[in-house]
């Protein structure tokens, strides 16, 4: 059974309603790390549903957390903000109304994108229009139940006047600087004593006053807690750190038990996604968005990315070197799904079969219909836009029997096809055609081997398999090494002893033109 529906078993286990919740801080870029636990949760909601329960999916905007460091795509003047709320951020860009419009407008599309629709909750919003007042009330009151608690479970110690509040301050409007020390059922006295944001030191304003409970929010594990009694939440996902023993979930987990009396929501622990073995850091730069996976790889296969293994094993990737390896899985996925390719194992099928319906942005589609992401690299480099890449996969019969929703998909898919190769691929993978015959040398035993090229080009089945396999025996025949062979061919199609990978990149070809331009060469002899 798929992860995913292990996952969904133990929720309906406990009930038929959920609500499974996912929450993102917005700090700047919000990258496929962040998006892992959305796209976690919408699939084990789908998951759910096919079973016959019911579950809602929440992406909670961690919008009232401080800005702790300066993304390195924001001008560094944004660090007079540091140690102030998100959500009172301007624009950095002056694009628009704010921040957090700024840094969720586009990831909101891209969830669009891959069928992600969630109930969207701003956590600055609901402070601001009173629904944690109750939350915040019980917290303060219990704020010795709860330093003893985070005592035990976590080691963390608190001195006696703490209290679970962080207050805005009136004056400079930081919310990581103050220290609440009072509260009279109403409002929450503070100082602005000063914090950390990130490794930078944030001094305090030295402002004191007075906060009410709207004005600022709970610390951030008992904040936790409070939102999963508040949303009902009854399963999340998030990252290992937290379910370390001792750690965010072990704390919470008491603290909405014994304070605030809900029940702690199922646990879906998940790996962090690296990037070239490193983590993933807003400040510095190196991020990969989910419409950056999606441009390149296609809606479908994105999702996949999620799926094709389970959410706490350990994911690479890269954009030069991960695309191609993912979307080939997909593929493969596909051709299992569809009956025209054997699982590695018999017991595997069943997983990959229900990866691939969980990565459909809709619904799978009704007939199998699939030209590779490898042969598609080659192929819209030939066509040069959507209508020459259609006429080289119709002269090929790519394009028999194809569906309008199968054709849709197919020019998405040759767009991702061609931002990857422009803007990632391994040069080797990458020509450009000599529109007309290149002036360059050719050797007699050049010559030889493009006279039985030719020969053979003429009648060989025009696929990259056969194509590659052909010329590969041409070298025997003519009496030299297969380089010569396939250095010749690179030298009159593009001007250059190097190319792409012969099969593929001929397939792309027209068959006439090929000839056409080998024959030029033949014509006399060149020197």
């Given at each position: 059974m798929h992860w995913v529906d292990v996952y969904a078993g133990e929720l309906l286990e406990r009930g038929k309603k959920h609500v499974i919740a996912s929450g993102t801080s917005i700090s700047g870029l919000i990258h496929i790390g962040n998006a892992g636990d959305i796209i976690i949760a919408d699939a084990l909601a789908r998951a759910v549903r096919d079973a016959g329960g019911e579950a809602t999916v929440l992406w909670i905007m961690d919008d009232l957390d401080p800005l702790r460091s300066v993304p390195k795509e924001m001008p560094q003047e944004f660090a007079r903000h540091l140690g102030k709320p998100d959500a009172h951020l301007p624009c950095p860009f002056g694009h628009c109304q704010s921040f957090t419009e700024h840094f969720t407008r586009d990831f909101m599309r891209s969830l669009r994108q891959i069928g992600v629709s969630p109930v969207i909750v701003s956590e600055a919003e609901r402070y601001k229009a009173g629904a944690y007042d109750e939350e915040v009330r019980t917290a303060i009151k219990s704020a010795g139940e709860i330093r003893r608690i985070l005592k035990d479970i976590s080691g963390a110690e608190r001195p006696e006047d703490w209290l679970p509040f962080d207050p805005i301050c009136g004056n400079c409007g930081r919310i990581i600087t103050t220290q609440a020390d009072g509260f009279d059922g109403e409002r929450v006295h503070y100082v602005c004593k000063g914090g950390v944001a990130g490794k930078r030191e944030i001094k305090g304003c030295g402002h004191e006053g007075s906060a009410g409970i709207r004005d600022g929010k709970l610390t951030w594990r008992v904040q936790w807690a409070a939102r999963w009694r508040r949303l009902g939440v009854t399963c999340e996902p998030f990252g290992k750190e937290h379910a370390a023993a001792g750690g965010s979930y072990d704390t919470c987990s008491?603290?909405?038990?014994?304070?605030?009396?809900?029940?702690?929501?199922?646990?879906?622990?998940?790996?962090?996604?690296?990037?070239?073995?490193?983590?993933?850091?807003?400040?510095?730069?190196?991020?990969?968005?989910?419409?950056?996976?999606?441009?390149?790889?296609?809606?479908?296969?994105?999702?996949?990315?999620?799926?094709?293994?389970?959410?706490?094993?350990?994911?690479?990737?890269?954009?030069?070197?991960?695309?191609?390896?993912?979307?080939?899985?997909?593929?493969?996925?596909?051709?299992?799904?569809?009956?025209?390719?054997?699982?590695?194992?018999?017991?595997?099928?069943?997983?990959?079969?229900?990866?691939?319906?969980?990565?459909?942005?809709?619904?799978?589609?009704?007939?199998?219909?699939?030209?590779?992401?490898?042969?598609?690299?080659?192929?819209?480099?030939?066509?040069?836009?959507?209508?020459?890449?259609?006429?080289?996969?119709?002269?090929?019969?790519?394009?028999?029997?194809?569906?309008?929703?199968?054709?849709?998909?197919?020019?998405?898919?040759?767009?991702?096809?061609?931002?990857?190769?422009?803007?990632?691929?391994?040069?080797?993978?990458?020509?450009?055609?000599a529109e007309t015959p290149p002036e360059i040398m050719i050797a007699p035993e050049e010559i030889n081997a493009l006279k039985v090229l030719s020969g053979v080009l003429k009648d060989v089945k025009w696929e990259a398999g056969t194509i590659h396999d052909s010329v590969h025996g041409v070298g025997e025949k003519a009496g030299v090494p297969p380089k010569v062979v396939f250095q010749s061919l690179y030298k009159v199609l593009l001007g250059s002893e190097r190319g792409p990978r012969l099969g593929y990149f001929l397939e792309a070809l027209d068959r006439e033109f090929v000839l056409e331009r080998v024959g030029h060469f033949l014509v006399g002899p060149k020197d």
């Open positions: 008491a603290i909405v038990r014994d304070v605030f009396h809900y029940p702690s929501p199922h646990p879906i622990k998940y790996e962090h996604i690296m990037i070239g073995g490193k983590k993933m850091s807003k400040s510095v730069g190196n991020v990969i968005t989910l419409q950056q996976l999606i441009d390149v790889a296609t809606p479908e296969a994105a999702r996949f990315f999620f799926f094709r293994t389970k959410a706490n094993v350990h994911k690479d990737f890269s954009m030069e070197n991960s695309v191609l390896p993912l979307v080939e899985d997909y593929e493969q996925a596909e051709r299992v799904y569809f009956g025209k390719e054997e699982a590695f194992s018999e017991k595997e099928a069943p997983d990959i079969k229900r990866g691939y319906e969980l990565a459909q942005v809709d619904k799978v589609p009704d007939a199998f219909s699939q030209v590779k992401y490898r042969h598609l690299l080659f192929v819209v480099q030939a066509g040069g836009d959507w209508e020459g890449t259609k006429r080289i996969l119709s002269r090929g019969g790519y394009l028999e029997g194809v569906t309008p929703d199968g054709e849709a998909r197919l020019a998405v898919k040759a767009a991702a096809a061609d931002r990857w190769v422009r803007t990632h691929a391994p040069e080797q993978m990458r020509f450009k055609l």
